[in-house]
Each structure stands twice: as structure tokens, then as C-alpha cells.
């Protein structure tokens, strides 16, 4: 945008079939016609995030440095950057835009975000100040939780958690956990022990079957993040669901268990709800296409109805209406929510809202009636999802709960005369 203000274009556009997942800390080189850009996976591991070098005139793209998050270029010469909280330093030729050695490490322990970002600066005149620290990653406890927010936690060891699901039994719990790659574990409700189910690529977002057999997940290992699947007890490989080259999240299933109902990314009308028989010919319909985003579907246990959140109001609101056939809305939350999830026998639906568990009495039927949602209990948010719960067959919940980060740093350090020992450590060529 020009400083005067002004229409707005993009300046760059992700590349969904190399699973970009977002363009971060643009930095404009002295020229003004190109800037350093972090590209990171889609995903939240950093660790594998690259630096390019993005021209404005043309839109190209180059890459420069694999491995790296956070890039500015400073006068000394060189690309400064971040990897896993050390500070690294790569010399760069300006007049050919190109990297000219290797990256090398010049300090270690600089406080960085989990998505990447790195607590330092550098002025034209050769002073860094950064805050001392490491990668600051979050502590997650898996716990059970009753109506009124007591909590028991699961005898699992704190991790990177993501999205939990119980089997349809709840003697069996799905649960995504972050790391080097983002893979799906299962374990006995009771037992201390995980089972890694998923290897290779990143995957998220697990969702059982009706029958217990299999689990259905997020994927990007053929390229855009679609939909697969696989058996529990791993008796066969993986199976694709879904083909598309938008990204789609697996939610909910048809009561009889023979369609999917999931969420799919489009540049052109947001986030859509679409469905897929996992039988015979898998060719997806739409449920719900509109310009507003609607996400995370969740067909009722009688399959008459379907819960959704949407933001067509301008905040996410959560509205019910009828399945497979469409019409007849309802609008459930009435200070936003998300995150909606039905009672194993259809008595209530449960939904996100204002940071707390939301209970709705529903009647289910040919005609849906509601009563006044109920707060329940205070809950967190994980890493920017909402689905951070799921309701057992006895009632309870099961809750990702963020444990408190031990304090951080109270002190920036400065370094005066820095660009001498950037160049004795990486020099330019």
C-alpha cells in the first residue's frame, strides 16, 4: 500500500502445491524493489521454514537459506537470521542479491516464539540488542473435566498436543502432537503409554470412524494438505479420501458412517462445507458454499441436523441447520462461539464461546428446538485452534489444557560494534 494510503494489493501469493502455509517478516532491501521473506510449511514447525529473496517488479522468487526464520539484512553484509534460537549470519552480495558462504552461528540462546519469531535487532550502525533466551514452546496437559470445570489429568506426559478425539467406545483417545514432524498418537484412556500412528509428512486433525477401525486425518504427503486414512491397528497403508488442491480439515460423520463431512479451504469463498462418500465413487458435493467461512461441521447423532461455526454476521456464530438437505438455519451461540460438538445421545450441543464451554439443550427430531446457552466452565485455545475438546459417551470432556510457560527473560542484552564480529565470523566474499 502506498504510504499515502490507498488501494491494497498483495505482494506475495502462497504456493499451495509446495504446502506453503504463510509468508512472514517481510524486510525491504536498501534497493526498495525486493525483499527478504520467511516461507514456512503449512504447519507450525519452523525448524524446516526457508528465507527467500521476493522481487516486487516481477514477483519472482529465489531462495536463499533452508532452514531459517526471521531474515534481515544488515549493512555489514550479511543475512542475519534465527534457527531454533541461535542467531545465525550468512554474507550476502547485494549487488547480485545471491548468499555468498555459508550460515554460522554467531549467538546462541536468542529468545524465538514457536512460529519463529526471533527477539533481536540490529541498527545501521552496527549495535544488536536481543533478548537472551531459547525457543519458547508450549507446555500442554491432556485432562478429563466434568460440568462444572474440575480437572483430572490424563497419566500423559505434558506435550505439544493438538486436537483431541475419542474413539466411539471413549475407551481410546486420538490426539495430534507436535514435533519434528506433526504425526497422530493414540492411546488407552488409563494406560501412560502412546502409540504413534502416522509417520512421514505432517499430519493433524484426527477423526475416528463410527465403527473404531480407522482414523481419518489431515496429510500433506502427496502435496496439498487433503484428507486420508488409516487402520488403527495399522493392517494396511494409508488411504487417500480426498484429492484437491485447496486444504481440507475431516470433522464429522453421516449417522450411518458413510459420509464425511468436512471443512475446505477456497482462496475464492473461504472456508466451505462439503461432503464425500468414502464408498465407491469418492466425489465431494457441497453442503455449504457461501463468501462467509464456515467451519468445523458436526452432523447430529439421530444425522438429521448439522452444526457449524460461521462468520457471516462479521464473528464466528454457531448455527444449526438441517442434514443432508439443507434450509431451515438456526443460530445457536448468541456472543459468538466455535467449535460445536453434540452429546453421544443428542441431548445437548456444545460449542466454544467467550472462553468458556457452552452447553445448549437441543431437541432433535423433525423439528429442532434449543433452550438458552449455559456457560460452563473456562477453557483455553491451542495454538490458535479452538478444537481443543471432545465430549466422552459418560459425559465428560476431555480438555487440552495450556500449562503456564515458566517466566521469561527480564533483561535485552546490547552488543556495541557488532558488524566487526560478524565479519571475522562470516566473512564476505
Known amino acids: 500500500m502506498s504510504v499515502t494510503g490507498g488501494a491494497v494489493t498483495a505482494a506475495t501469493t502462497l504456493d499451495g502445491g509446495a504446502n506453503e502455509g504463510g509468508h512472514f517478516w517481510p524486510e525491504f532491501l536498501p534497493d526498495g524493489k525486493s525483499m527478504l521473506v520467511t516461507v514456512g510449511t503449512a504447519g507450525t514447525n519452523m525448524e524446516r521454514a ?3 529473496l521476493h522481487s516486487l517488479e516481477d514477483g519472482k522468487r529465489r531462495g536463499l537459506i533452508q532452514g531459517g526464520t526471521y531474515a534481515r539484512y544488515v549493512r555489514s553484509g550479511h543475512i542475519v537470521y534465527s534457527t531454533a534460537g541461535t542467531l545465525m549470519a550468512a554474507p550476502f552480495d547485494l549487488a547480485t542479491k545471491t548468499v ?3 550460515g554460522v552461528p554467531v549467538i546462541d540462546g536468542v529468545a524465538q516464539s514457536e512460529l519463529g519469531a526471533a527477539q533481536f535487532s540490529v541498527s545501521t550502525t552496527g549495535a544488536l540488542a536481543y533478548v537472551p533466551g531459547a525457543v519458547r514452546a508450549p507446555k500442554r496437559t491432556l485432562v478429563w473435566a466434568d460440568r462444572r470445570g474440575t ?4 497419566p500423559l506426559p505434558p506435550r505439544p498436543y493438538w486436537s483431541p478425539r475419542l474413539s466411539p467406545d471413549g475407551r481410546r483417545i486420538a490426539v495430534g502432537i507436535e514435533g519434528a514432524t506433526h504425526d497422530v498418537w493414540v492411546s ?7 502409540a504413534r500412528l502416522t509417520f512421514g509428512s505432517d499430519n493433524y486433525w484426527p477423526l475416528w470412524t463410527p465403527d473404531g477401525t480407522r482414523i481419518v486425518f489431515q496429510s500433506n504427503r502427496a502435496g ?4 486420508f486414512w488409516t487402520p488403527v491397528d495399522r493392517s494396511a497403508p494409508e488411504e487417500q479420501l480426498v484429492r484437491s488442491e485447496y486444504t481440507g480439515l475431516p470433522y464429522s460423520w453421516s449417522s450411518d458412517g458413510q459420509m464425511l463431512v468436512f471443512s475446505e479451504m477456497n482462496p475464492d ?4 462445507i462439503r461432503i464425500i462418500p468414502v464408498r465407491g465413487q469418492r466425489t465431494p458435493r457441497p453442503f455449504l458454499q457461501t463468501p462467509a467461512f464456515e467451519f468445523a461441521p458436526a452432523v447430529a447423532p439421530d444425522g438429521r441436523w448439522i452444526a457449524y461455526s460461521s462468520n457471516e454476521s462479521r464473528r464466528d456464530e454457531i448455527y444449526v441447520q438441517r442434514y ?3 434450509g431451515q438455519k438456526l443460530q445457536i451461540s448468541t456472543d459468538g462461539g466455535a467449535a460445536p460438538m453434540w452429546a453421544r445421545d443428542g441431548r445437548e450441543l456444545f460449542y466454544v464461546g467467550s472462553g468458556r464451554l457452552v452447553a445448549v439443550e437441543v431437541r432433535s427430531g423433525a423439528v429442532f428446538g434449543h433452550g438458552r446457552p449455559q456457560p460452563l466452565f473456562e477453557v483455553t485455545f491451542s495454538s490458535g485452534s479452538p478444537l ?5 459417551p459418560d459425559g465428560r470432556f476431555v480438555l487440552i489444557r495450556e500449562d503456564t510457560l515458566e517466566p521469561g527473560p527480564t533483561q535485552v542484552n546490547l552488543v556495541q560494534g557488532w558488524f566487526e564480529e560478524l565479519k571475522r565470523r562470516a566473512p564476505p566474499r
Open 151 to 154: 480437572m483430572v489429568p490424563l
Open 100 to 102: 555468498t558462504g555459508p
Open 224 to 227: 496439498p494438505w487433503n484428507i
Open 50 to 52: 526457508r528465507i527467500v
Open 269 to 272: 469463498t473461504a472456508a466451505d
Open 388 to 392: 481443543t475438546y471432545d465430549v466422552a
Open 324 to 326: 443432508p438437505e439443507g
Open 188 to 194: 488407552e484412556v488409563g494406560r501412560d503409554t502412546l
